[in-house]
C-alpha cells in the first residue's frame, strides 16, 4: 500500500504591519520518490492575534471571497452562527481557500482526506475550527457570479451537482454547515 506524505510551506507577512495579516499554508500531497500530485492551501486566523481579519481578509482575500463574509462579524469577531455550528468559541481558524489534484486523484476522496490530516495538523489547540466553502474551484473574479447561480429554479447547470456532492462529501468528514453554504468542523485536541 502506498503511503501519503504532506509537506508544509508557510507564507508570513513581514511588513510593518504583519499582526494585520493571518498566514497562509500550503500543504503539499505526494508518495514517496514521485511528484507532488496536490495541495490544500490554508489560511490560520488568530482571533485577539490579528486585529480584524475580516478586514484583512477582504483586503488579501486569496480564494476566501465568501468565507470571511460569513464567518467574520464586521468587527473581526466571528459570528454567533459559527459557534453555535461547532460548539465552541474558536481560538483559532484554519480557513480552507482550496483542496486541488492531479485528475487521477479526483473523486476518491484522497484529496479530502489528506486536507483534513493538514488541517488537523495545523490546528495548535482544543479551540481549533477548520472552516472551507464546498465548491468547485473557479477562475473567475470575486465580482463575477458563480456558473452554478441560477435564478431558475428548474435549470440545474453541471456546478450544482459538483457543490452537492461536495457538500456531502465535507460533511461525511464532520464538516457541518453553518450558513450561505460554508461549512465548519471542530478539530478538537
Not at 8 to 30: G, I, L, M, V
Not at 141 to 158: A, F, H, I, L, M
Not at 162 to 174: I, K, Y
Amino acid at each position: 500500500m502506498d503511503r501519503f506524505l504532506i509537506s508544509y510551506a508557510a507564507h508570513h507577512y513581514a511588513d510593518e504591519d504583519w499582526k494585520s495579516r493571518a498566514d497562509r499554508w500550503t500543504a503539499s500531497f505526494y508518495l514517496a520518490d514521485t511528484p507532488i500530485f496536490g495541495t490544500a492551501v490554508i489560511t490560520r486566523v488568530v482571533p485577539g492575534r490579528h486585529p480584524n481579519p475580516y478586514v484583512a481578509l477582504e483586503t488579501d482575500s486569496g480564494c476566501l471571497d465568501r468565507i470571511p463574509r460569513v464567518i467574520f462579524a464586521e468587527d473581526g469577531v466571528p459570528v454567533p452562527a459559527l459557534r453555535d455550528s461547532v460548539g465552541i468559541d474558536p481560538a483559532v481558524l484554519l480557513l480552507l481557500e482550496s483542496v486541488e489534484v492531479e485528475q487521477k486523484w479526483r473523486g476518491t476522496g484522497v484529496g479530502m482526506d489528506l486536507a483534513v490530516t493538514a488541517l488537523r495538523h495545523l490546528a495548535g489547540g482544543p479551540r481549533s475550527v477548520a472552516v472551507c466553502y464546498p465548491a468547485p474551484i473557479h477562475t473567475h473574479g470575486p465580482e463575477e457570479p458563480c456558473s452554478y447561480e441560477s435564478d431558475d429554479p428548474e435549470v440545474r447547470r453541471p456546478d450544482e451537482e459538483a457543490v452537492a456532492a461536495l457538500r456531502g462529501a465535507w460533511s461525511r468528514r464532520g464538516f457541518g454547515h453553518v450558513q450561505e453554504g460554508v461549512y465548519a468542523m471542530a478539530l478538537g485536541g
